[in-house]
């Protein structure tokens, strides 16, 4: 089995993960995955529940869609992480319930959108930076994740919901599904007095564990 073909299998596997436990529903969010010659996407308008891995499209290093059906109208998102985080592997976009009602919350800091919590969302998301709306599949989408020079490998679309970068897609799957756990604490705890970690605990955490 080539790389490519294993890859594809991945990218329906863990897209059916998501969608079984409620993390997309209908035909929302979208998936991509670096190859050495272009990027996989999940098409657009599909459902993540139930893809074909041969259907899924391929886009070549300029963004010309080269087989597969028709990408997501979110491909400038995708690529331009990619052109400025070379360390992702895959990009990983949800309308997840709990980090989508955060990032349509007035109050939500947009330098810092998911605060520290816990010890696993600084480890596998980091520091989330909280992009201003435009409308789904605008160009200026990806003009605003070039405007941030790889500095965040996780950003909230303001009343969208989640992208989520990884070295790989299983690493992107979890981070996702890390920052969106992150999110349901987050409103949960609202109103209540909450003790997040301190800066100390967090420069101990990358210092320990690396910043991805």
Do not use: W
Request: aromatic share 6%; glycine share 8%; charged share 25%.
């Amino acid at each position: 089995m080539s790389i490519e073909t294993r890859l594809r299998e991945d990218i329906v596997r863990l897209s059916k993960s998501l969608f079984d436990r409620g993390f997309s529903v209908g035909s929302a969010g979208n998936i991509s995955a670096a190859v050495e010659d272009g990027i996989l996407m999940t098409p657009t308008n599909s459902c993540l529940g139930f893809l074909d891995p041969a259907r899924i499209s391929k886009l070549d290093r300029d963004g010309r869609h080269v087989s597969g059906d028709k990408p997501s109208k979110e491909v400038f998102l995708h690529r331009a992480f990619y052109e400025t985080r070379p360390q992702a592997g895959a990009v990983v976009h949800l309308h997840s319930t709990f980090a989508t009602a955060l990032s349509c919350l007035a109050d939500t800091d947009p330098e810092d959108s998911i605060p520290p919590l816990t010890p696993y969302v600084v480890m596998r998301v980091g520091q989330v930076k909280l992009l201003p709306y435009v409308k789904p599949g605008d160009e200026r989408m990806g003009d605003m994740i070039r405007d941030l020079s790889g500095q965040y490998a996780a950003v909230l679309l303001a009343n969208h919901g989640p992208v989520v970068t990884g070295k790989d897609i299983a690493s992107a799957v979890y981070a996702a599904e890390e920052l969106e756990e992150t999110a349901k604490l987050l409103v949960l705890l609202r109103g209540a007095s909450t003790r997040m970690l301190s800066s100390g605990n967090v420069a101990e955490l990358k210092s320990v564990f690396g910043a991805y």
